[in-house]
């Protein structure tokens, strides 16, 4: 019998594998794909000062373009700027960066099989007996932790009879291209609001070394196609940015942009998406995930030492993330319920009097700024009612 | 079952976000396959997500 098993090799996974391998725990990780970091789900794009707090410092190779801010763009093409301390980032080449991730945990001691997909879990005694469909046949491998850390479809929450059903009102549906010939600065993200452009979400341009992601989510409830429809019509729209830009990869996926809290049971723990853990103002995943596993290894070893596996004692990194992250996300989701009643005019009001250091306090969750600029003028005064209403 | 949830395989990128949505658990993204088992109750919320419209309910055009 193993430690600790982990299903799923994404950035959480890989960050847990390192984290309970160089602690001395016996640790396998089982990725359902023949390549781990692809094909990817994501925008590759990470902030900066989010990784530094988390100590983490991406190898050259896996960043692809360093970028100095974001520029936002109203349905006008009015565009707000922010640059400067706190906004810089990388946009991440995930396939080197979760290979490196995965290095780092086998260099700790950390067992890895690719092509392994998890087909189901059993509690025998103490420990969780998991077949896995493998290459060479079905193998049972038993461990004392299973680790939840494949993605928005996890299998593993729902085996230790967990909800992890995402909703679909807070699910965004996301498209993207990755395209070489794009015509925009490649120093910024770009990112476009409207209701006729990305309803309930936005689209983005990340640009990379040669090519950038070009991409949107949408929310179901607001959209009257689908997210691929809505790509091409914003690619279409901006002849000036892919008059010459042609597709090299194409990628989708769901974005969990929920609050969700239960993410124990006996003897198992979820990370990263399978967790629903996603900023819900952009829908950033990789480093809430990654800091999701580091929380999670902290409680796993006093468990693992202490051989009491119990829902209860995990518990506690439950209690962790809610330290840190509760108050905040619940501020997001509330900035995030008034920018879903928000019409296109509302976006350029918002654009003229938000400078790039307001939109920045307000995705750190400093929402007062709002408030403040929405009062200097009574034409604003319909726009603070929405955002008092709730 | 008197009806099924069809996958268009020249649609489908495998992104799995369909099985990220199902109440039932009837979906499983295996690598580069979308497979449904019988418990899919028909509810269509997997439709209503999937990015590129690779999804359809049997004799119905979504």
């Given at each position: 019998m193993i430690d600790v098993l982990i299903v799923g090799a994404g950035p959480a996974g890989s960050v847990m594998a390192k984290e309970m391998a160089s602690r001395g725990f016996e640790t396998l990780v089982v990725e359902k794909?023949?390549?781990?970091?692809?094909?990817?789900?994501?925008?590759?794009g990470v902030s900066g000062h989010g990784f530094e707090k988390l100590g983490i410092k991406p190898h050259p190779l896996s960043i692809a373009r360093k970028i100095k801010g974001a520029i936002l763009y109203a349905p006008s093409g009015k565009a707000v700027t922010m640059e400067g301390h706190g906004m810089e980032g990388f946009v991440l080449e995930r396939k080197v960066f979760e290979k490196d991730l995965a290095s780092q945990a086998i260099k700790a001691g950390a067992k890895y099989m690719v092509k392994s997909l998890a087909i189901g879990m059993e509690k025998h005694g103490n420990a969780w007996r998991v077949r896995v469909r493998t290459i060479e046949g079905i193998k049972e491998i038993e461990a004392k932790l299973v680790i939840g850390a494949d993605g928005v479809e996890s299998k593993v929450g729902k085996w230790a009879g967990l909800k992890t059903v995402n909703r679909i009102t807070d699910y965004h549906s996301g498209i993207q291209f990755e395209m070489a010939g794009v015509n925009a600065s490649y120093d910024y993200i770009h990112l476009f609001f409207g209701r006729e452009v990305a309803p309930l979400g936005y689209a983005w341009i990340f640009p990379k070394a040669f090519s950038a992601n070009v991409g949107l989510g949408i929310l179901e409830k607001a959209a009257k196609m689908r997210a691929y429809d809505y790509l091409k019509k914003f690619i279409e729209e901006h002849e000036e940015i892919f008059k010459n830009a042609q597709p090299i990869e194409i990628n989708a996926g769901g974005v969990p942009v929920a609050h969700f809290t239960k993410m124990v049971a006996d003897g198992v723990m979820l990370v990263g998406d399978a967790a629903q853990l996603v900023n819900p103002i952009h829908g950033g995943g990789i480093t809430r995930a990654i800091h999701s596993s580091i929380m999670a290894a902290e409680v796993a070893e006093k468990a693992l030492k202490s051989g009491d596996l119990s829902k209860e004692k995990l518990q506690e990194y439950e209690k962790m993330w809610e330290a840190e992250y509760g108050e905040k996300t619940k501020k997001l989701m509330k900035l995030r319920s008034f920018l879903e009643k928000l019409e296109d005019k509302d976006f350029e009001l918002l654009a003229d009097i938000l400078q790039g250091e307001d939109i920045y306090q307000l995705t750190q969750a400093k929402l007062s700024v709002l408030i403040k600029k929405l009062i200097t003028k009574p034409s604003l005064l319909g726009l603070a009612k929405k955002y008092l209403m709730d | 079952m008197d009806f099924k949830i069809y996958v268009d395989e020249s649609k489908?990128?495998?992104?799995g976000g369909c099985a990220g949505v199902c109440p039932v658990d009837a979906m499983l993204l295996d690598e580069v396959r979308i497979v449904i088992n019988e418990?899919?109750?028909?509810?269509k919320l997997c439709i209503k997500f999937c990015p590129v419209g690779a999804l359809s309910m049997e004799g119905e055009n979504d």
């Open positions: 794909r023949q390549e781990i970091g692809a094909p990817k789900r994501c925008a590759e | 489908c990128l495998y992104c418990a899919c109750i028909g509810c």
